[in-house]
Structures are given as C-alpha cells and as structure tokens.
C-alpha cells in the first residue's frame, strides 16, 4: 500500500521560506508522478507544482519562480522549496502521488504566512 507522510510546514511571516518534504513508501515499480497540492479555506484544491518520470516540471502560475519542486528517487521523497512566501500561500498543503494512473494523497499539511 503507497503511503504518502509529508512535513515542513508552519508559521512564516510574509517573504519566508519553507521547504516541505514528503516521502513515499510501498512503491514497488518506478515510473511515477509527483506533486503538491494546496487547499485554502473556502477554496478548491489546487495544483501547485508536479514533477515527471523525466524530471519535467510544471507550476502554478502564481507560484513560478517563488517555488521549486525536486525528487530524490533514491528515497522516494519529493520536496517543494517555497521562497518569498505571501499570504495568499496560506492553504493546507497536500502530496500527490500518481502510479499507473492511480492517485495517492498524503494527510496534509498546514502552511500559514502571516506577520
């Protein structure tokens, strides 16, 4: 069973950083996706950044060139570096996993940037 644990969020005040983590177990093949996703009250859950089987990144517009996505393949772990965070980034963060065209969530986690 693909589970999905992920950590880093917090606090921030406004043009922090945070980096989140999350690691995968119970992959037993490789070629799979990777991704954030982010939900703020009130709001549709939305994606944030993806990366592929080839290293091809995709981001949301509001977020390019504040945010990074990376994969470590050796540890199953992907990350998202988030730089000059606002308060709009404010939302519960969620991995996303996709294997063979199913998707895996991870519990979340809470990204709050405020002074």
């Known amino acids: 069973q693909v589970q999905l644990v992920e950590s880093g969020g917090g606090l921030v005040q406004p043009g922090g950083s945070l980096r989140l983590s999350c690691a995968a177990s119970g992959i037993t093949s490789s070629g799979y996706d990777m991704g954030w996703y982010r939900q703020a009250p009130g709001k549709q859950r939305e994606a944030v950044a993806n990366?592929?089987?080839?290293?091809?990144?995709n981001y949301l517009d509001s977020v390019k060139g504040r945010f990074t996505i990376s994969i470590d393949n050796a540890k199953n772990t992907v990350y998202l570096q988030m730089n000059s965070l606002k308060p709009e980034d404010t939302a519960v963060y969620y991995c996303?996993?996709?294997?063979?065209?199913?998707?895996?969530w991870g519990q979340g986690t809470q990204v709050t940037v405020s002074s």
């Open positions: 996303n996993l996709v294997l063979r065209r199913t998707n895996y």
């Open positions: 990366i592929g089987t080839l290293r091809t990144t």
